[in-house]
């Protein structure tokens, strides 16, 4: 990890971040990871997150990321799960009967 500089500041900031499927339901697998961890650095290159690691099993997530000082960690979180879970409901409509 490499210390990152603001405009008045030097920061190394990094969160372990774990959440799992609501009802711990086993939905995901195969395509649908890949796209999972492709939407996560998707969000953080437009949110300016680094990203270092992301892995699932098939009933949560685990991501290893960090931003400036100015966004707290939940900010960085509530990015991270309401537009993963918007994209995978959008992309995969099959899994709504699953989390209702």
Not at 12 to 32: A, C, D, M, N, T
Not at 45 to 50: F, H, I
Not at 85 to 97: F, G, H, N, V, W
């Amino acid at each position: 990890m490499k210390l990152e500089t603001g405009s008045h500041c030097r920061y190394q900031i990094r969160y372990h971040l774990v959440w799992k499927v609501k009802y711990s339901r086993e939905i995901l697998f195969g395509k649908r990871v890949t796209f999972l961890k492709q939407t996560i650095y998707n969000i953080a290159e437009r949110y300016d997150y680094t990203v270092e690691a992301v892995g699932t099993d098939k009933n949560h997530i685990h991501v290893f990321a960090g931003a400036s000082p100015a966004i707290a960690p939940a900010q960085l979180v509530q990015v991270l799960k309401s537009i993963t879970a918007r994209e995978l409901y959008r992309t995969y409509p099959e899994i709504k009967q699953f989390l209702w």
